[in-house]
């Protein structure tokens, strides 16, 4: 089992930066890609970023240019560093680490709360 602990969400006006971080215990050796999901009142969880072991990343387009991703897999911890954000970026936001090949299993964090707003 993997175990997700999701900090730094809060408050920020819009325009503003946060910083989330989640940190990951357990089978960590076990995980390959690992990333953010977030889900809005009314609408879907989606994908904002994802991060391989490797260092390669994708980016949903709403965040392009402002979100950056990173991963420290010596201290088995994702990053999330959101920059210029909207209002339309308030969510819950939950961190991911999946194991890629079989069995496929994913894990999720708790989630954290992200509001922007002035």
């Known amino acids: 089992q993997v175990q997700l602990v999701e900090s730094g969400g809060g408050l920020v006006q819009p325009g503003g930066s946060l910083r989330l971080s989640c940190a990951a215990s357990?089978?960590?050796?076990?995980?390959?890609?690992m990333g953010w999901y977030r889900q809005a009142p009314g609408k879907q969880r989606e994908l904002v970023a994802a991060?391989?072991?490797?260092?390669?990343?994708n980016y949903a387009d709403s965040v392009k240019g402002r979100f950056t991703i990173s991963r420290d897999n010596s201290k088995n911890t994702v990053y999330l560093q959101m920059n210029s954000l909207k209002p339309e970026d308030t969510a819950v936001y939950y961190c991911?680490?999946?194991?890629?090949?079989?069995?496929?299993?994913?894990?999720w964090g708790q989630g954290t709360q992200v509001t922007v707003s002035s």
């Open positions: 991911n680490a999946r194991r890629d090949v079989f069995p496929v299993k994913v894990y």
């Open positions: 357990g089978r960590v050796g076990s995980i390959n890609t």
């Open positions: 991060i391989t072991s490797g260092g390669s990343s």
